[in-house]
């Protein structure tokens, strides 16, 4: 199931930008989001959004956590 393929993923690369996941599994944005939602829910899987200024796009990326967290997301 892609859901296990992602969670291991993640959790073997520790860190990964959404657009390396999107490559790497063929997905869309909008078929990538429910499925990271439900990852996030487990509590290993950690949300972070980098705003790099007005003038680029953000870059998000999923991490690893190895003990379990609340379901969140960052921004920086």
Not at 31 to 48: N, S, V, W
Not at 59 to 67: A, H, L, T
């Amino acid at each position: 199931m892609i859901l296990t393929e992602l969670l291991v993923y993640i959790e073997t690369k520790q860190r990964v930008e959404e657009t390396e996941l999107l490559s790497y599994f063929h997905l869309q944005e909008n078929g990538l989001a429910p499925m990271i939602e439900r990852l996030m829910k487990t509590g290993h899987i950690q949300k972070t959004i980098n705003s790099r200024g007005p003038s680029l796009p953000a870059r998000i990326f999923y991490s690893w956590q190895q003990n379990k967290v609340i379901p969140m997301v960052s921004e920086l």
